[in-house]
């Protein structure tokens, strides 16, 4: 178990053979952490130079195991890169220079914004447009937020300077030698996270953008390409692979969807990273959520095809809340021990954990919880704790799925799941447990990697002919594994309806900065 979504890695794929080549395995890599920053309480950052950094050194350590394994880096065809979506990075678009940290996609500092921004009369309206909600998690309020009460951006976009990205646009521009030659696009699915693009029609939106007070000639925000395209994400300006083109981007998500071949409407994946992110293929057109779900862009293959679009459930606390037992609480040293632990008990021992750390996403969207610890007492040990926070994972997956069958009109019936928790064989078969559905975990744990690499080896000759190839070879893969729900429906009925008791005593904790002043002033 571990947070995924807290480092870059990047892959080499040669091809010494047609054979060998249509495999799509991991044949070199290299991982690095960067540092999370959380300067007061609800803010997360990260420093824009650390993700460019880690980025460089991971291409050139892969990169240096590749040759060491006997391939030659001319086999190497394109490059594909995924990303952290939510997170805003500005700079100068003159220099090239960040004007600030980057603002991180579970950051809560813009909550009184979001209740200032939901009482404008025509709030309501946007998600029709955007597919999203407002809450403190999409790309835009951050911006707003930075526009508002930092004094570089503001001035950067006075002075029609100020360039505005996600991570992948960020990375794109400084991987092409930054303002030597100024690439500064995104692909559709990051830019459907920002809450500036029109869902139906792939196109930045000037009646979103009005929302939220901006004026397109003061900011330049990247242009929109697809996901796989070999022409428009430019290439490698320096290093070991200089010259390369990078021919795929997809936002992490969406990549891993991809990695793991939900290419037919009706299949869906979960990731279980620091958050935990299930997205299910809804086809070529969007399905508004009415039951707290986003719409957003799956992937889009081509620029003469259409997007594919999926309903998505995120959830802000995953891996992150093993992480916390172990650097906060000190359970554990290796994220591995936090399942031990759990094992060791028999069951939760009455303890509910609301892992509300970042408010609560999909389908709650209370943005006023905090993280809640109930049903203690002197029984409780250290294994109930670890167990009721795997638990709390599994409870919110299943309102994600329980929220997707009323939008779809169809009860999922097998959940495909990848990253650091899914390792864990006691979440997995509490998911089954707790959801009623089968869990199928694939051999190949990289989906997020892989999704990466399918888009860039769709786009450029001699690699993947076509999505039914890719998805046949990933059936005949090895190590698979299938959970099925073993425990009686009466028991889980019990635990989940604890567990939505649990969720309604959390919220309310976080008081807006309106609410204490009128306390001062005694209005209330």
Not at 216 to 233: A, D, F, G, Q
Not at 438 to 451: C, D, F, I, S
Request: glycine share 10%; net charge negative; charged share 20%.
């Amino acid at each position: 178990m571990g947070g995924a979504r807290e480092s870059k890695r990047a892959r080499t794929n040669g091809h010494p053979s047609k054979e060998e080549e249509c495999q799509a395995e991991p044949i070199a890599g290299h991982q690095l952490e960067f540092e999370n920053k959380y300067p007061e309480s609800g803010w997360h950052e990260h420093d824009p130079m650390d993700l460019f950094n880690s980025v460089s050194q991971c291409i050139e350590e892969a990169t240096k195991k590749f040759v060491e394994k006997g391939y030659n880096i001319s086999q190497v065809r394109a490059i594909g890169l995924t990303n952290q979506r939510e997170t805003i990075v500005c700079w100068d678009k003159n220099t090239g220079e960040p004007l600030c940290n980057a603002v991180v996609w579970p950051d809560t500092r813009t909550k009184d914004l979001v209740r200032e921004l939901k009482a404008h009369p025509s709030a309501p309206m946007l998600h029709t447009i955007c597919g999203l909600p407002l809450s403190t998690y999409p790309s835009s309020v951050k911006l707003l937020w930075l526009l508002r009460n930092h004094e570089g951006v503001r001035k950067a976009y006075d002075e029609s300077r100020l360039a505005f990205g996600t991570v992948d646009s960020w990375l794109i521009y400084k991987l092409n030698g930054g303002p030597v030659n100024n690439v500064h696009v995104t692909d559709t699915s990051n830019a459907s996270r920002t809450m500036f693009m029109n869902l139906h029609t792939s196109q930045y939106d000037d009646e979103l953008i009005g929302f939220f007070g901006i004026d397109r000639k003061n900011v330049t925000l990247p242009e929109i390409v697809s996901s796989s395209c070999p022409t428009k994400y430019g290439s490698i300006y320096e290093g070991a692979l200089a010259g390369i083109k990078i021919a795929g981007c997809l936002g992490d998500q969406s990549s891993a969807l991809v990695g793991q071949c939900g290419f037919t409407p009706g299949t869906a994946k979960n990731t279980y990273g620091t958050g935990c992110f299930l997205l299910y293929n809804v086809g070529q057109k969007p399905v508004i959520s009415q039951y707290g779900l986003l719409a957003t862009v799956a992937y889009h293959f081509g620029k003469n095809t259409q997007p594919v679009y999926a309903l998505e459930g995120s959830i802000a606390v995953a891996g992150s809340g093993v992480k916390f037992l172990m650097n906060n609480l000190g359970f554990a040293r290796d994220s591995d021990k936090i399942t031990d632990l759990a094992t060791s008990v028999k069951d939760n021992g009455g303890v509910v954990f609301v892992t509300a750390f970042s408010g609560l996403f999909a389908p709650y969207w209370i943005d006023d919880a905090k993280g809640t610890l109930f049903g203690i007492t002197q029984h409780t040990q250290r294994g109930h704790i670890a167990r009721a926070t795997l638990e709390a994972t599994c409870f919110q997956t299943r309102a994600i799925l329980e929220a997707m069958e009323k939008d779809s009109g169809h009860r999922l019936e097998t959940l495909a799941v990848d990253g650091g928790m899914s390792n864990s064989d006691l979440t997995m078969q509490t998911q089954a447990d707790v959801s009623g559905v089968q869990v199928e975990r694939p051999g190949m744990r990289e989906t997020t990697a892989l999704g990466a690499a399918i888009a860039a080896g769709l786009a450029v000759p001699g690699c993947w002919s076509s999505i039914e190839e890719i998805s046949e070879i990933m059936r005949q893969k090895a190590g698979r594994r299938v959970f099925t729900p073993e425990k009686e429906h009466a028991s889980v009925r019990r635990m989940y309806d604890n567990w939505e008791r649990a969720v309604e005593m959390s919220r309310g904790w976080v008081k807006t900065e309106l609410e204490d002043e009128a306390v001062e002033m005694g209005e209330i």
